[in-house]
């Protein structure tokens, strides 16, 4: 029963495999630890020349989608995206790559002209905005608008010791006023005294003026 039996029939087959695991893992990290090797050579190399790859989706042996694929997972795992399988990395590549040539590479000139501006210390208004059509070739520039601003509310809070001064100083002015007005009116009746009837008319338009001031 021994020999025929689930449980020791199973046990070596459950070994193997995992046996058979752990050596791919090894593999796997063998073969990492050979391409970190390459790269830090590579990094410590002079002189080397980069030359520009064009992109093919549809050849297998460049390993462009399989490149693309991989670190494209990567940074969905990263940011807990949902990964892509290697068919729609391909699509969404083979989609993208037409746009990456046209509009966004006209986009990122112009900005950069932009930035140059900022970089020379150029005032705002040398800065422009641009509506282009790719499709007619056309461009225009514009200055942009102003800013739009914003007020906001303000609120002034009560100074006491600020108010009692302004009272005092609008007191003391106050005062003085009355006292000179006072002192008109005793000069006006004096002069009133002085030259009697026939000085009337001359006593009265002063004393009309002094009633006008006040």
Known sequence: RGAGGGGPAQGPAGGANHAGAGAEEQEAEDQLKALLEELTTLAQAENIKLVA????????????????????????????????????????????IPAIATTTASVTGL??????????????????????????NTYMLFEADPPRKTATKTTKEF????????????????????????????????????????????????????????
Do not use: W
């Not at 460049?62 to 892509?84: G, K, M, Q, V």
């Open 53 to 96: 790859a064009d992109f093919e989706k549809d050849d297998d042996q460049n390993f462009h989608i399989d490149f693309i694929h991989a670190t494209s997972n990567l940074r969905a795992c990263n940011y807990h995206i949902p990964p892509a399988s290697r068919h729609k990395s391909k699509m969404i590549a083979g989609n993208i």
């Open 111 to 136: 900005v950069m002209m932009e930035l140059y501006k900022v970089l020379q210390n150029k005032p705002v208004e040398d800065l422009r905005n641009v509506n282009y059509d790719l499709g007619a």
């Open 159 to 214: 100074d006491d010791a600020s108010f009692q001064q302004e009272l005092k100083e609008f007191g003391d002015a106050s005062a003085e006023c009355e006292g000179r007005a006072a002192r008109l009116r005793g000069l006006i009746a004096d002069v009133k005294e002085m030259v009697g009837e026939d000085g009337g008319a001359a006593v009265t338009a002063a004393e009309k003026s002094l009633k006008d001031t006040e």
